[in-house]
């Protein structure tokens, strides 16, 4: 999809993920070879160009001691040391020459079918050994590590020196069937595990599968992240020019209104200078129009008085003339009864 980021389709499987194919009774997961793990199996001390795999760290040091000595088996070497045979067979013959002829037919056969058992047990556990770090080599998800793999082929090895050396009645016998039931063992254990590996295989398609759907679906978000982003910034920017051209139309605006007070204010001064210059003369003229105005007051006080006086001789007049009316009135009547009484009698 174009995404800068690229994921890998295994980056879910960790080492924790990764669990081993080896039976916990063949590996010991608490004690950690300090000086590496011999490769050995039983009956292949003859090989040529030995070598010891150390593991440490978790990475394979090989170190090799050149070629192995051709010692061929015999019966000193078997039942050498403290391994010995117990068997009356292999113990040291009498003086007598028949009988240490004898013993020696008998020793001679009895070893080579030993070795010659011994051989094909130990082919069939190199190649189960081989199937088996094949199959781990092989597997997609649960991949042995060189250290397993080796402390795995060395205890298996021990277990089998261990049975070829144990001292027994029959070692014979004892030896084949302890490494038989070793490649049954080892056979069943290559069975579970291919088992294991169908599975394994199977789960890790569907876990390829769906990290690679999660990547797709991470890769989509990073996707819309981006588209997100961008239309974020548009906005971001857009909005951005709007607040600019807001702030200049206002600045605009209060650039106009502060010329407009300023024009008023001067306009104001020049008012208030020529009301100054004025105040000499408004003050004189209230001073006259003060003197005015009491002479005005005094005038009116002496009218007020005068007023009440009139008013008082009228009111003086009136009662004189109401009784100079009565009195009138009275000697009126008096008239008319004094030409009435020579009338009547």
């Given amino acids: 999809?174009?995404?800068?980021?690229?994921?890998?389709?295994?980056e879910t499987f960790t080492d924790e993920d990764t669990g081993t194919l080896v039976p916990p009774e063949c590996l010991d997961a608490t004690e950690?070879?300090?000086?590496g793990a011999l490769l050995l199996l039983p009956g292949r001390s003859h090989l040529h160009g030995q070598s010891i795999v150390a593991v440490i760290g978790g990475e394979e040091h090989f170190e090799d001691y050149g070629e192995g000595s051709e010692a061929e088996l015999s019966?000193?070497?078997v039942c050498n040391g403290e391994h010995g045979c117990r068997d009356p067979v292999f113990l040291i013959p009498s003086a007598d020459p028949l009988a240490a002829k004898l013993h020696s037919i008998l020793t001679d056969e009895a070893f080579e079918f030993y070795c010659s058992q011994c051989h094909k047990q130990i082919n069939r556990l190199e190649d189960l050994s081989a199937r088996l770090s094949d199959l781990e080599k092989n597997s997609p998800t649960k991949r042995l590590s060189s250290k397993k793999v080796a402390r795995h082929l060395h205890q298996s090895g021990a277990l089998t020196m261990e049975a070829l050396q144990d001292p027994a009645p029959d070692p014979t016998e004892c030896m084949e069937e302890d490494i038989a039931d070793k490649v049954v063992f080892l056979e069943?254990?290559?069975?579970e595990l291919e088992k294991d590996t169908a599975a394994s295989g199977e789960q890790h398609s569907r876990l390829r599968q769906e990290n690679l759907q999660l990547v797709h679906r991470a890769n989509a978000l990073e996707e819309q992240?981006?588209?997100?982003?961008?239309?974020a910034c548009e906005m971001v920017l857009e909005e951005t020019r709007k607040q600019k051209e807001l702030l200049c139309k206002m600045e605009r605006e209060k650039s106009i209104e502060i010329e407009n007070l300023q024009?008023?204010?001067?306009?104001?001064d020049e008012e208030n200078s020529e009301l100054r210059s004025c105040t000499p003369c408004l003050k004189a003229s209230i001073e006259r129009l003060e003197e005015e105005k009491q002479k005005l007051l005094d005038e009116i006080e002496e009218l007020s008085l005068r007023l009440s006086d009139e008013q008082e001789n009228r009111r003086k007049l009136g009662d004189r003339l109401s009784h100079e009316r009565h009195q009138f009135q009275r000697d009126k009547e008096a008239t008319q009864e004094a030409a009435l009484r020579p009338r009547l009698s």
């Avoid at 024009?263 to 104001?268: F, G, I, K, T």
């Fill in 75 to 77: 019966p000193e070497t």
């Fill in 225 to 231: 992240l981006k588209e997100q982003e961008l239309r």
């Fill in 263 to 268: 024009a008023r204010l001067q306009q104001l």
């Fill in 188 to 191: 069943k254990r290559v069975s």
């Fill in 32 to 35: 950690e070879p300090s000086h």
């Fill in 1 to 10: 999809m174009g995404s800068e980021s690229t994921y890998s389709e295994c």
